[in-house]
């Protein structure tokens, strides 16, 4: 394996150890917490976190066990369901636009613009996927 390789794998294991220390720290603000506020903004910090480690675990196998691709083939196989699920998000997204505008409470506000950022990163990962079909 490359120098690179290794040091790349040794950063994302570092970051790791920090993901599962904010998941252990967020669970316990979540336990303390009584507001349900700072509940779900403390359980969505977390739960990205769940994710986040299970990405870098996937870089880490593909160069610690076995590489990974995608080709035009799996990608062709499923795009119909993805351009399907693509144009959900895109409603979904107009949705939460709407909604944003349809209150003054900044608690809410601040909600929306989460879900909103959020499914806007959905949207993006599907489109930036198409690359991928090539």
Request: negative net charge; hydrophobic residues 35%.
């Amino acid at each position: 394996m490359e120098d690179k390789n290794k040091k790349l794998i040794e950063i994302l294991k570092n970051w790791q150890k920090l993901e599962d220390a904010s998941v252990q720290s967020t669970t316990d603000i979540i336990r303390s917490a009584r507001n349900p506020f700072l509940q779900i903004i403390m359980e969505i910090i977390r739960q990205d976190s769940v994710v986040h480690r299970r990405v870098q675990q996937l870089i880490i196998d593909h160069f610690e066990k076995q590489e990974f691709s995608i080709s035009a083939e799996d990608l062709k196989e499923l795009w119909d369901k993805i351009e399907e699920h693509d144009e959900m998000e895109r409603k979904v997204v107009a949705l939460a636009e709407q909604a944003k505008e349809e209150t003054d409470s900044p608690f809410v506000k601040y909600l929306l613009e989460y879900l909103l950022h959020d499914e806007k990163k959905h949207d993006k990962l599907l489109e930036e996927l198409e690359k991928f079909k090539k």
